[in-house]
């Protein structure tokens, strides 16, 4: 826990900004509670509360992370709502007309776009990593207790 304000600002800041990201994500497609989990993460540097939310949240964030990539359809329209997050942030920088226009609004939008893309990587690559050792256990253990069998019989 720090002591410096200008540091307990930003983290609190960046932290509820993930957070708020995060829990727009739950209704939206997209990781919300892997958002929210890293908002936390954030949070637990200053606040001992948001440390203690982090184990069941962690838990929480890595199955929805299995269901938010298991389907093409689901992984396709959460890497859609990234890129259109992005999209917007440029959209918010260049287009002056636009509500709260400027580099602020704007590159908020393209740092969840990217933050939001490089979980869902994660997401993907983690759950994909999983299923490959899954299935080359299960092949090892298939063919080891194949090779066994024959052998093992004392009559034979």
């Known amino acids: 826990m720090s002591i410096n304000p200008v540091r307990r600002t930003a983290v609190s800041v960046a932290g509820a900004l993930l957070c708020l990201v995060g829990i727009a994500l739950l209704v939206l497609p997209g990781p919300g509670l892997l958002v929210v989990l890293a908002g936390l993460v954030v949070l637990s540097t200053e606040y001992e509360r948001a440390h203690r939310l982090l184990r069941p949240v962690r838990l929480r964030a890595l199955q929805a992370a299995e269901v938010s990539v ?52 994660y997401s993907a690559w ?11 256990r299960s092949a090892v253990g298939v063919s080891a207790a194949t090779r066994k069998g024959p052998r093992s019989r004392p009559d034979g």
């Not at 396709?76 to 580099?103: E, F, K, N």
């Not at 983690?126 to 080359?136: M, N, W």
């Open 70 to 121: 298991a389907s093409p359809v689901r992984l396709a329209g959460s890497v859609l709502t990234g890129l259109v997050l992005i999209g917007l942030g440029i959209g918010w920088i260049v287009v002056d007309r636009l509500p709260l226009s400027g580099i602020v609004t704007g590159s908020s939008l393209i740092l969840g776009g990217v933050v939001l893309l490089g979980l869902l990587g």
């Open 126 to 136: 983690h759950v994909h990593r999983d299923a490959r050792l899954q299935r080359r």
